[in-house]
Structures are given as C-alpha cells and as structure tokens.
C-alpha cells in the first residue's frame, strides 16, 4: 500500500508504524552507583523530614567524620564535620559513627582510640543533624577494643546499645554485646549481654558493623563478616532475626544476602533509613572493581526489600546495583569528580582534610586574587612534608595541579604536590630553594630521585599526573603550558593504608617557621569510563 502513496504520506505512515511497534522505554529515572564518590566508608544515614543526614568514617584524616546532606539519597554534599578537631581524649581510629535522632535531640555514637589506650565507643548530641555537636566522651572500652556501635530500642521501648568487641585483633572470638543506655543515652547502665558472635564459615573472624531494624514484630540485624579492607578484603553483609532485640537471635541460612560482583568489591557496613513512601534504603559501602583500594571505599545505595515471614532482599541476591531506580524519580547529577578551589574566601571548602595528628596551619591572602599560606605545626616544622592538606580521590585516572607562589620562599622550606597515603608512604614534587625536587617514601625512608632548575617565574605550575589509580608521573612549568617531567613514572600500590585511599595533597615543611603560598588547586578526571 505504500508503494502506491506520495513520499510525504509515506513519511506519515512510516512514522506511525515506528511508534507502534518500538518498545516503550521506561520512563523511570535511574541512578548510578556509587552515590558517594571517593573514601566514605562504613556511612550512616537518618532521615529528617524531607532531608538526609550522613556520616561516615574518617579513620586517621581529621577533620573528624563528614556531615554529608542529600534531598533524595543520590544527590550528596558535604556540609561539614562532626567535629573541627579531634576530641581531646583519643588519639585516632575515627571510625564508624552512627547518627540516630531521639526526642529531637540528634546523637552520634562513634569509635575513637584512647590515648595510650583501647578503641572505645563514645557519643556526641546536638541539637540539629548539622551540628554542632558536643562530645560526651566514651562509654565503652574492652581490653581487646570496642567499635561499631549502633543504638536501638527492645520491645519494651528500653534502648540499648549494640556494638562490638574487637576480638579478631587478638585472634579471639568477635562478639556482639547490648547493654541498656540511660534516659540522656550518653552512659551504660545494668550488664552487657552477648547476643551474637561469628561461628560461620563465610564470617571468618569477623562480624561487625550491626544495624537493627524492625518489620512486622521481628528484629533484623544486618551485619557484615570476614576482612574488611585492603586488596585481600572479603567483606560481605547477612542478616539475623529475632522477636526479642537481647535474643535469641537466628542467622539468614542463605548469608551473606549482599557480597561483591564484577563491578563492586567487598561491600558491607551500612544503615537503613525509610523514605516517605515507606521503603528502605541501605547505605553502604564497597570498592570499585577498577579503581579499587586506591580510591576507597564508597558509598553505594540500594533498596531492601522485606517480604512478611521472609527473610530481606536487596537486589536480588546478585550484589550493588550498577544502575538502579531512583527513589523519589529524581535525576542523579553527574558526580562531581573534578574539584577546584582558589582559595578566594578566608575558610576552606568543606571536605579538606589533614592527618588527625597533625593539623596544620591556615591562613589566606586576600589581595591579587586571594590564596592559601600553608605551615606546619612547630613540632612538624623540620620534617620536609610537615604541612598536610589534602582531598580524597574519586577515581583512579586524574590529573591534579597546584600554582605556588615562588618568591620568597625561606631556605630549607619544600612546598608542592602529593600522592599521600599516610606520613610514611608518599611521593611527590616540590620547590625547594632554586630546585624543583621528585621525592619517595616508603616505610618512612625519604628520598629525594630527581632534580631540575626550578622555572625563573614568580609563580610554578606543579602537576601529578594519575593512571590506574597507582601510577603517577610529576611535571612542573613557569607558565602552565610548556611542561618539564621530573624522573620516570613511579608506582604508588604500596601507599594506600589498610583501611584507606590516595589522597592529592598539598605539603610543606623543611624549616622552622616553613610556609608555602598557594593559589589553586584543581583536580580533573581523564579516564574515559569515568563513573556516573
């Protein structure tokens, strides 16, 4: 019949023949995984009417605990910290807090070591989700360690505290204990009682990070099992249930209900908060298959789905979603990957961090286009990187650059740019005198490899150039444009931490009274398979 129509009806026919038979494509709005980008392990999420309110693990970067703030649970930024410096009785190991919301009054029970001491549980309140929040110290401290707390009302409205006993530090077995809280929830009361410990094969040693919820008269305990981190992580979440929160308590024959796949490794330590249409989210953590240990553990999203005399669900059984629907049909902004500060305003942009033992000094010049003086504490002034400013990573393929000021740089004083695991495991360039200097360490052995005249600008143009996450190559330029690389490639896979990422840092020190004047830092994806 066409054959004997004009070319326009032809056009018509033909058009409504494609609309007629072409699948209809859904029109549900998707996100991707991850939800957070870069280092937020073990998060924890609450929601506050239409908002969300997230934490996560900061472990040995101060400032202490994110504060992270979303509309829709896909969408996320940093508002802040928890604390602006780290509590004065712990020494490190800020780990998994969790932030619940109890008569309007919010709570943080988090993981902090005391000095010279055990990993203790201790808790801060505040008045908003925001903070400020003020610390009311520990609660807890076992000899092998206390960690992973998580706060929950029994049957009878009673609230207790869950947490963990750090047995598989001493090759001992890992326990689960509740103990009632008082009325302000910020001391124990009565005796703890064990309700749970690993004694299957998927757990190995290790069962931790407990978060409860309740459907339908049955506590759920989701936990995760086995090693946690590094690139012999294993981690993997299950669930136990019971009509009594101190038990006793049965575990999910089918666990671990959530374990890694071809796109997430190692997935685990969560919390499940409820949207306004009733269902359940869990936010959790896992690495990335491609950039792995070098970017962290980030925070992924996925429903939970509860089934009436059931046990939970989430996804199928087939591990973190790459793509999933998006809670409230929300679109999912394209991660923001790349990150730029030039330092114009007189505070720091949420999301900068410092080692927690070695909080720099800050200050900012606010003429001729502003810019960040960096100096180290004075105890820290003679170590070459006694200054640490940096930002996590949110994948593995980057280039990041920095501008310094050269004139006036002290003698002995090395200011630049870094890959930064910790203090001991780093590499970088920096200014020293009339040098431009490649430096390595390992182990804390530093040395310095190559060496070039330093350009006869006021300003040097540094650059780290990152593939795979580990591979990095350092140049430096008077004007931005023309570049000179300083030695060969060098390889990076022994600076991540155990539980932590490379980060790009801004570093000075050398010298009493060390500064260095910086006026930018960017960082920029290059991979073509950039996530989200």
Not at 125 to 134: C, E, F, I, L, R
Not at 179 to 203: C, F, H, S, Y
Not at 279 to 288: E, N, Q
Request: hydrophobic fraction near 35%; include cysteine; glycine fraction near 12%.
């Amino acid at each position: 019949m066409l054959l004997n129509m004009n070319s326009r009806s032809r056009s018509v026919w033909s058009a409504i023949a494609l609309l007629c038979f072409t699948p209809v494509l859904s029109a549900e709005t998707l996100y991707q995984n991850p939800v957070m980008s870069g280092d937020y392990p073990d998060p924890s999420v609450i929601r506050v009417g239409k908002d969300y309110w997230a934490t996560a693990t900061s472990s040995e970067w101060g400032p202490p605990f994110p504060v992270l703030h979303s509309t829709d649970l896909v969408n996320w930024e940093i508002h802040g910290s928890v604390f602006a410096h780290r509590p004065e009785w712990a020494g490190g190991n800020f780990w998994a807090p969790e932030i619940i919301e109890t008569k309007g009054k919010y709570y943080i029970y988090y993981v902090g070591r005391k000095k010279g001491g055990p990993l203790a549980v201790a808790v801060a309140t505040a008045d908003k989700p925001s903070g400020p929040y003020t610390d009311h110290g520990p609660l807890v401290a076992q000899a092998a360690g206390s960690i992973d707390p998580m706060p929950f009302n029994d049957e009878n409205g009673q609230r207790y505290l869950i947490w963990k006993e750090d047995g598989n530090s001493r090759k001992l077995p890992t326990i689960l204990w509740a103990q009632k809280l008082d009325e302000d929830g910020t001391k124990l009361v009565g005796e703890a009682k064990e309700i749970m410990r690993n004694d299957t094969p998927w757990e190995g040693a290790v069962i931790e990070g407990p978060f409860i919820v309740r459907r339908d008269g049955w506590f759920y305990l989701f936990y995760s099992g086995s090693g946690c981190c590094g690139a012999n992580c294993n981690y993997a979440l299950g669930v136990a249930r019971s009509k009594s929160l101190l038990g006793p308590w049965v575990k999910n024959p089918a666990n671990p209900i959530l374990a890694g796949n071809a796109d997430w490794k190692c997935p685990g330590h969560g919390s499940i908060v409820d949207d306004e249409q009733g269902r359940s989210w869990l936010l959790y953590h896992a690495y990335s298959s491609k950039d792995f240990i070098f970017t962290g553990r980030e925070a992924l999203l996925d429903e939970v789905k509860f089934v009436a005399g059931g046990w939970p669900t989430i996804n199928q059984g087939k591990g973190p979603s790459e793509h999933a629907v998006s809670p409230f049909g929300v679109p999912q902004r394209k991660a923001e990957l790349a990150f730029r500060d030039d330092f114009s305003s007189n505070t720091l942009k949420p999301g900068w961090q410092w080692p927690q033992d070695n909080e720099p000094k800050v200050r900012f010049e606010t003429q001729n286009g502003g810019g960040l003086v960096l100096s180290p504490r004075t105890e820290r002034a003679k170590d070459l990187i006694g200054a640490v400013l940096a930002r996590s990573t949110t994948t593995g393929d980057y280039v990041a650059s920095t501008v310094l000021q050269s004139a006036g740089q002290q003698p002995g004083v090395m200011a630049g740019l870094a890959a930064f695991g910790d203090g001991a495991n780093a590499m970088g360039v920096g200014l020293k005198g009339q040098k431009l200097v490649l430096w390595r360490r390992d182990k804390g052995q530093h040395k310095e490899l190559a060496e070039i005249e330093s350009p006869k600008s006021e300003k040097v143009h540094l650059r780290l150039t990152a593939n795979d996450g580990h591979r990095f190559q350092f140049a430096a330029s008077g004007d931005g444009k023309n570049w000179t690389a300083l030695g060969d490639d060098l390889q990076g896979k022994h600076l991540p931490p155990w539980d932590r990422s490379i980060r790009v840092a801004l570093t000075v020190g050398g010298a009493e009274g060390a500064s260095g004047y910086f006026t930018t830092l960017r960082i920029q994806p290059t991979s073509n398979t950039v996530k989200n």
